[in-house]
């Protein structure tokens, strides 16, 4: 039997590392740096938006993604049917981004006493919403209550031809880096909400100024999956040399990209696409309009890389964006930005600039 004395932590003799001071890919680095992989059909592991499993010809894609009360989603601004959207959108989109086809869901949750059936109805109004338009079976899941607030955890299955999929780790010295859609505007709509709820927390009595803003609201409380990215591509005779959707940023993508592909890059500034009435907000906040882009994420679009030669096949296709190119790993990764000076592309860390590491 241990004496109680000798029991108690000793604070910094323990030498103990913090999760902040690893950061979110620090932590998973190393969690799975001892990971081994037994079965041949595991074609892919940790480390891309989903993982790869031969399944005799046809590739499965696997992916998950949990939500968690206070950390993801604040329901003081959140309907929950668009949550319930969100949660199903997140994991599409992982499966988008490896070029494949979203199949089967399931959805796990975990509620407080807090909730009613009609609220969690709500919830699945918004998953079997995006199941519909996605098409995508919810085939199971787990229920369970919890001590605190709302979590959900939902899994998803795609499928592809082994051909067809595109990894983060195929990007080579001179292709072009492109994106979809445009950037930043689900941060801008992330700051509006999230302004009104002090104002409100100050002044229960005010109604939230949320008129005007539809697009921002809209990017963040109810984004789209790119699933259609995989037609578009194919009808003009591209296949992308490596992929990743913007959850987390464009910094941060662009440095797993480069980082799986063992690469460089250089990205202009003034390319990154971002709406006009996001770019008149974000210096109104007093916030470079790129930084939305940057370090904000959850915009759902598709960032790829191309092979050079197929430059004159997307240069006019509406709704793709060239960035800038891919170079040698010794050029390091840089930003150009308009008056010509390089800065080295760095990505938040963990939930960057939600600044919500203290619920960890
Ligand atoms: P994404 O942004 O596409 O959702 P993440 O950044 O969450 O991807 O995760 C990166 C990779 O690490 C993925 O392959 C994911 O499956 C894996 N991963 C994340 N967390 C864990 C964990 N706790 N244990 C094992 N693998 C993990
Ligand atoms: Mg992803």
Not at 289 to 315: M, W
């Amino acid at each position: 039997m241990f004496e109680k004395k000798e029991n108690k932590p000793k604070g910094k003799s323990l030498n103990l590392t913090s999760l902040s001071e690893l950061g979110e890919f620090g932590l998973i680095d190393r969690l799975t740096k001892t990971v081994n992989l037994y079965h041949p059909e595991t074609r892919k592991g940790i480390g891309d938006d989903a993982a790869v499993i031969d399944a005799g010809g046809q590739m499965i894609l696997l992916s998950t993604d949990l939500l968690i009360e206070g950390v993801h989603f604040d329901l003081t601004y959140t309907p929950l049917k668009h949550l319930g959207y969100k949660a199903a959108v997140v994991n599409i989109s992982d499966i988008a981004a490896m070029n494949g086809i979203p199949k089967q869901i399931t959805v796990s949750i975990g509620v407080s006493s807090r909730f009613s059936a009609q609220a969690l109805d709500e919830l699945y109004a918004g998953i079997n919403l995006a199941c519909k338009k996605y098409k995508v079976d919810l085939v199971g899941g787990d229920t369970s209550s919890s001590v605190k607030g709302l979590i959900i955890s939902i899994s998803i299955i795609g499928m592809g031809k082994q051909e067809e999929i595109i990894y983060r780790n195929g990007a080579k010295p001179g292709d072009l880096l492109c994106v979809t859609g445009d950037l930043g505007s689900a941060y801008m709509g992330l700051l509006i909400l999230e302004g009104e709820k002090k104002v409100f927390q100050v002044n229960p009595d005010m109604q939230p100024e949320l008129t005007g803003f539809d697009y921002q609201i809209g990017r963040q409380l109810k984004p789209e999956a790119r699933t259609d990215i995989r037609n578009l591509l194919q009808g003009i005779g591209i296949k992308p040399t490596s992929m990743i959707d913007i959850s987390d940023g464009l910094a941060s993508e662009i440095l797993h990209i480069c980082k799986q592909s063992g690469v460089g890059c250089k990205l202009f500034e003034e390319k990154i696409p971002i709406e006009e009435q996001t770019r008149e907000l974000a210096i109104e906040y007093k916030i470079i309009p790129s930084v939305t882009a940057l370090s904000g994420g959850e915009d759902y679009e598709l960032l790829f890389t191309i092979q050079q030669s197929d430059y004159e096949k997307i240069k006019d296709v509406e709704g793709i964006t060239i960035i800038g190119h891919i170079t040698q790993p010794s050029d390091g990764t840089f930003m150009i930005t308009p008056d010509g000076k390089s800065v080295q592309i760095t990505a938040q860390g963990w939930d960057g600039m939600k600044n919500k590491t203290e619920t960890l």
